[in-house]
């Protein structure tokens, strides 16, 4: 599996509750991210249950900005293999494609819908290709997204609050109450963080150049992300706007919220999966079974769902 997918250019994943549960599902999500691929991410409409959950998506569609947030609350977080806590923020940096429709939709508003949504997918594969080469994805963006989701999950809203909740985290992963959070003390107390994104945190926040985090550096990273909230990355090229349709963005229109650190870190009063973030309101879809894009002959890799 992990060969098929570094030989693409496009990884296309039909995500679903299933596919968030599913051990072979996440082994491809992980090798994907491993390769930094650009992922095509179609939400799925339901067609039943499985042995792992729902077929379809239940979750937020691409209105909300943390619409991601539902396959960690559907999945583990544990690699199969090693058992190693994992993030799925990685998907945050790319808008999904709803192949979903409303309970009340008619048939001509259903035709619509998956005819817009092939049509995107196959104008979102063919963007990462030009003149026939392959446009590789960047693996800073990776990157990038994985420290903005962590930065993100703080849930105060003004300096004093993020003061606290930062005193806090920083005491937890202090492990040794030297003062300092060194990168074996990160990625102990944030199992689900990579090397890369530790380096990065570390080199963006050490102002001293010592080679760890203090307490002042790691709330002045914070305090500072906050002030300048990124925005998500732009698009890559003119051909990867978001596909949002009609009823999708009147029916859910884009919410702020800060949530809490993923699993593995901070709060021991809840459970990790309950404790990272709340629940989103989920919309009745009515039952309509995936169809296959016709990209025939681009190196794409994608579930079928069915485990």
Partial sequence: MEQGVLKCTVVLIFISDAYCASDNCIREFLHAKKHSKFLVVCLTPSGGQTHTGDSGWTGPGPGNEHWWHHATKMSSCKDPDTGKLFSWSALGQFTPIDLRIEHDANEKEAKRVQEDAVLEIVKRIMSRFHR????????????HWSKVALLDSFTADNPEQIRREATSIFKKLDADK???????????????????TADLLIAEADADKDGSISFEEFLGMILSYHANR??????????????VSQREAE????????????????????TAKDDQFTRQPQQQHQQLQPFPPQT????????????
Avoid: W
């Fill in 230 to 243: 990124p925005r998500k990355p732009a698009p890559l090229s003119n051909t990867e706007e978001p596909f």
């Fill in 251 to 270: 029916n859910n229109p884009p919410r702020m919220t800060h949530k809490k650190l993923a699993q593995g870190t901070a709060d021991t009063e809840s």
């Fill in 132 to 143: 026939g080469e392959h446009i590789q994805h960047a693996n800073e963006q990776y990157v």
């Fill in 296 to 307: 025939a002959g681009v190196p794409a890799s994608g579930c079928c769902n069915v485990c």
């Fill in 178 to 196: 030297n003062g300092n959070i060194s990168k074996q003390e990160l990625l102990k107390g944030i199992p689900q963080l990579d090397d890369k």
